[in-house]
């Protein structure tokens, strides 16, 4: 893993965007993580 500065603002907007989804954190990093990396949903249950 490379390592990255996590800025205030960005955290901010995950936490925003986690409370409008109502999930949690980490639940929001894997979806933008399937997402980005275009990881079929197909074994995820929704």
Do not use: H, Q, W
Not at 7 to 24: H, T, V
Not at 26 to 45: A, G, Q
């Amino acid at each position: 893993m490379i390592k990255v500065r996590f800025p205030y603002r960005l955290f901010g907007l995950l936490l925003d965007e986690a409370n409008k989804r109502e999930i949690s954190i980490p639940s929001l990093i894997v979806e933008v993580t399937y997402d980005y990396f275009n990881i079929p949903k197909d074994d995820r249950e929704k």
